[in-house]
């Protein structure tokens, strides 16, 4: 477990009372912070990057760590974010380490041609969406808010929700509800939201739940609330949260320094098997075929995985019923095989 310092303990009740703070402002709860901070195996001197900035809490803890690491480099592609981060990089706590991008991550590589980054000890990312976005009715992420139908993370760049909801023909719509919100009536409220737009471009949360609810039937009693798989899918189909999930785990192996540690922290199940593929591609010694009786790729593994996928704790989910879904992998990076590093070993 990291040491820290500052004031992120606290203190609460019973034996709880020394867990280091789950909570930023605004009631943000970063989730697995201590398990993703400890999995970083943060080193004196060296250099992490936090993919995922949102509320800064896993940042901070971070710059918390005694003996200091020597660089944080943060990234989000949220404009509010970034204006969190820059009050952190103030504290006394940043001490001059904060550097901040405002990127999509999935650009890491662009980030990384245009500036130089050091190799990374370890390198995180927390992904999805965070209670501030979710919280925020302006920034459209949720129907229990009535706001504009956004959901960008970046609201300067891009298409909105609305811009979706409004152009897209019902094909394409039901495909986006039914392959990243796995909703099975993804037709029906395709079908549902062409017809309604006639009356008028959708351009509020509210009227979208409200399409999405008449098509499919209310809420029955405490039950999930029927658009939530719906707005699950659009968010997923306007930030490309899954083709940048493959990029950036992608330019990691170039970013990282033998030993750093990639530490992924997912939220449902579209986002966690891209993970876990790519670690299981990356660990392989042979990523040949299984019908092949013989190995020709010569495949050389890339990284080690490291334990096994780590869930939040009873107690977290006590405190914070949003991390239930969270599912953390961890892996490091091995040194690339070079003819001479072959020889030697040989
Ligand atoms: C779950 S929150 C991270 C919370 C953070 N670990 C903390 O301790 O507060 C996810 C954050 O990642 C950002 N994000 C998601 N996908 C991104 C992407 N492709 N590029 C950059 N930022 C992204 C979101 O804007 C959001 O602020």
Request: glycine share 8%; with cysteine.
């Amino acid at each position: 477990m990291p040491r820290t310092r500052g004031s992120a303990h606290n203190r609460t009740s019973g034996a709880d009372w020394d867990r280091p703070v789950h909570v930023a402002e605004g009631g943000h709860f970063t989730v697995l912070l201590e398990e993703a901070v400890a999995s970083l195996a943060l080193r004196e001197g060296g250099a992490y990057l936090d993919g995922t900035f949102g509320g800064g809490g896993h940042s901070r803890l971070i710059l918390q760590h005694e003996p200091s690491v020597g660089a944080l480099h943060v990234v989000d592609a949220d404009p509010a974010a970034i204006a969190r981060a820059e009050a952190l990089a103030v504290e006394p706590v940043a001490n001059g380490r904060l550097h901040i991008i405002h990127a999509n991550f999935g650009d890491l590589a662009d980030v990384a041609a245009e500036q130089t980054l050091p190799p990374f000890d370890g390198m995180l990312f927390d992904l999805g969406v965070s209670s501030f976005q979710l919280d925020e009715g302006d920034r459209g992420f949720s129907f229990r808010f009535d706001g504009p139908l956004d959901m960008r993370f970046d609201p300067t760049t891009g298409s909105s929700a609305a811009d979706l909801v409004n152009a897209l023909d019902a094909e394409d719509l039901a495909q986006i509800f039914w392959r990243y919100g796995d909703e099975s009536r993804s037709r029906r409220i395709a079908a549902a939201i062409v017809t309604a737009r006639q009356d008028g471009p959708i351009t509020t949360t509210a009227r979208l739940a409200g399409i999405v609810s008449d098509a499919v039937g209310g809420r029955q009693g405490r039950g999930t609330h029927p658009a939530t798989k719906t707005f699950q899918a659009l968010r997923i189909a306007v930030n490309r949260e899954l083709e940048m999930l493959d990029r950036v785990l992608e330019t990691s192996l170039d970013l990282l320094a033998p030993g750093g540690r990639l530490v992924v922290i997912a939220f449902h199940s579209l986002e966690d098997r891209i993970v876990k593929r790519f670690i299981e591609r990356e660990t392989a010694t042979c990523i040949c075929p299984p019908e092949q009786p013989f190995c020709t790729c010569d495949h050389q593994p890339r990284l080690k995985r490291l334990g096994k996928p780590v869930k939040p704790s009873d107690h977290e989910l006590q405190i914070n019923a949003r991390s239930r879904s969270a599912i953390m992998r961890v892996a490091e990076r091995l040194p690339d095989v070079t003819p001479d590093s072959q020889e030697e070993a040989e």
